[in-house]
């Protein structure tokens, strides 16, 4: 299976802050790789899939970037209703592992 | 529209099995494949494993052989998943997805004596 580090586990930003999450898989997932928000209680969002391109009707605030094995997910302005667990999750291969989130915390 | 619907919540006892159900709508079932993802309290998504809904044919995760298995009814666009042997570390919310972009809303199994 291929495994997905990210980074960092948790962070406390302010509103209007830009903040940056990462994620590396064990070896190449080429641009497979989708991210999510979860807020308390309820079920994942899809944010990104293929590694950059927004979901419909996500703010773009939101974007993603990254190849091979290296990805980032960036959130510009932050908001009060961004405070979430967000997840990464590679698709590639016959597995589908999951990061092991980022609680991120507005000040 | 397209949707996963998925069962009510169970409250089973120690070593017992469930069965959980996923069904699909708004699109061909045997085109994409189910994943099931689970949910511990407190704890982040793990990836389970997915089933190949043209051939039936199961891909399991590793740490999720051996008590769990997928199973189809192509007739009723419907994929379930099999828990046997439960115990109280399986207490979790579980997912069905079509992925990456379309999850059911997750059933809660309560493993508890």
């Known amino acids: 299976d291929i495994q997905m580090t990210q980074s960092p586990s948790a962070l406390s930003a302010s509103v209007g802050d830009r903040v940056t999450i990462t994620c590396r898989a064990s070896?190449?997932?080429?641009?497979?790789l989708a991210w999510y928000q979860q807020k308390s209680g309820k079920g994942p969002k899809l944010l990104i899939y293929e590694a950059s391109t927004l979901e419909t009707g996500v703010p773009p605030r939101f974007s993603g970037s990254g190849s091979e094995r290296e990805f980032s997910l960036t959130i510009t302005s932050l908001q009060p209703e961004d405070s979430a667990t967000y997840y990464c999750q590679q698709y590639n291969s016959y597995s589908a592992n999951f990061g092991q989130g980022t609680k991120l915390e507005i000040k | 529209q397209m949707q996963l619907v998925q069962s009510g919540s169970e409250l089973k006892k120690p070593g017992a099995s469930v069965k959980l159900s996923c069904k699909a709508s708004g699109y061909n079932f045997t085109t994409y494949a189910i994943h099931w993802v689970r949910q511990a309290p407190g704890q982040g998504l793990e990836w389970m494993g997915w089933i190949n809904t043209n051939t039936g044919d199961p891909t399991f995760a590793q740490g999720f052989t051996g008590r769990i298995a997928f199973s189809l009814d192509t007739s009723v666009n419907t994929s379930y998943l099999l828990i046997s042997g439960l115990k109280s570390e399986d207490t979790a919310v579980y997912y069905c997805?079509?992925?990456?972009?379309?999850w059911g809303r997750g059933t809660l199994v309560t493993v508890s004596s």
């Open positions: 997805v079509r992925g990456p972009e379309l």
């Open positions: 070896r190449s997932i080429d641009r497979w």
